[in-house]
């Protein structure tokens, strides 16, 4: 949060108190802050704290975790600035991933045997939380075909807390430019498949454009666009229309019928409690405020 002052208002005196920025005392209140509240600050289900590696490697993770998509999560902690967090992120990166059973085993005891079946293993993650980065840890993220997350904390008096994502990078699959799995009963002539084909492509570009670090997640059933958590989720076209979930509150929304719904409490693929239905071009451009309000929320 280089740059980022806040002020706490007075209006009965008119005036204005800045909120010193601070760090932890010591790296643990970090770490024990985020895992009591780690779905909602990252989008991850906490699983384990002080996961132990065993004799061989001789560590231990600072918390293991599993995103809204089912990719495995490892997040390490920093008080301060330190080197060696990247490197020791990746040295616990490649252990889990030479230890896949027994995470699924993890996850099976804390989440069920669904979740378990489910865990993505082709994009794993790597969350780092420290008080500052230097310019030669971005350096190094983006040299990294892993999707390591850079997050810079910060307190602010004795109830505030921010996150800021430093650097992002994706080390999942290289860009889909359609869907894979399009059902053959959607029964739609080449014509109307080629306009949501482009209506798809163009949908993709958007939310990549979004801003700096959003990475795409491939699934089955979805296509999930994320910062450090899920801000849309893409479902393969269904005969006429693409169907996007977006993490905005439907009933801060006007919401408009065949455009978009709330499916709160309603099974659907991907994470959001609001559903829009894009037919055309013109649908995509007024759901550009949408899109914006769920990315920021993100």
């Known amino acids: 949060m280089v740059g980022l002052k806040l002020f706490r208002t007075d209006t009965t005196k008119r005036g204005v108190t800045e909120v010193t920025p601070r760090l932890a005392e010591i790296e643990a209140d970090v770490q024990s802050l985020v895992e009591a509240h780690m779905e909602m600050l990252l989008g991850v289900r906490f699983l384990a704290s002080e996961y132990s590696t065993g004799p061989v490697h001789a560590g231990r993770i600072d918390s293991l975790g599993l995103d809204e998509n089912g990719a495995p999560v490892i997040v390490e902690y920093k008080r301060g600035v330190d080197a060696g967090v990247i490197n020791q992120g990746l040295f616990y990166l490649a252990w889990l991933m030479d230890h896949r059973a027994e995470f699924e085993h993890l996850v099976r005891d804390r989440l069920g045997a669904r979740a378990a079946a489910h865990v993505l293993w082709g994009s794993p993650r790597l969350i780092c939380i420290a008080g500052d980065f230097t310019r030669y840890d971005v350096h ?3 040299e990294h075909r892993r999707s390591i997350d ?17 650097a992002s990078v ?7 430019r359609r869907f ?8 739609v002539d080449d014509g109307q498949r080629m306009a949501l084909d482009e209506l798809a492509q163009a949908l993709d570009e958007t939310l990549l454009g979004l801003g700096d670090g959003v990475n795409r997640v491939q699934r089955k059933t979805y296509r999930a666009y994320q910062r450090l958590r899920n801000f849309a989720c893409v479902c393969p076209p269904q005969k006429s229309k693409l169907v996007v979930y977006l ?5 801060e929304t006007d919401l408009v019928p065949g455009f978009t719904r709330d499916v709160t409490g309603l099974g659907h693929h991907g994470t959001g409690d609001l559903e829009v239905r894009l037919r055309t071009p013109r649908d995509l451009d007024r759901a550009q405020d949408l899109f ?3 990315y920021a929320a993100a």
Request: aromatic share 4%; glycine share 12%; no cysteine.
């Open 140 to 142: 190094a993220v983006r």
């Open 170 to 176: 994706s080390g999942g699959s290289p860009t889909v």
């Open 292 to 294: 914006r309000a769920s």
């Open 180 to 187: 894979r799995g399009l059902p053959a009963a959607a029964a």
């Open 150 to 166: 850079l997050v810079r904390y910060q307190l602010f008096g004795t109830d505030l807390l921010g996150l800021e994502t430093v």
């Open 247 to 251: 993490k905005v509150d439907p009933k």
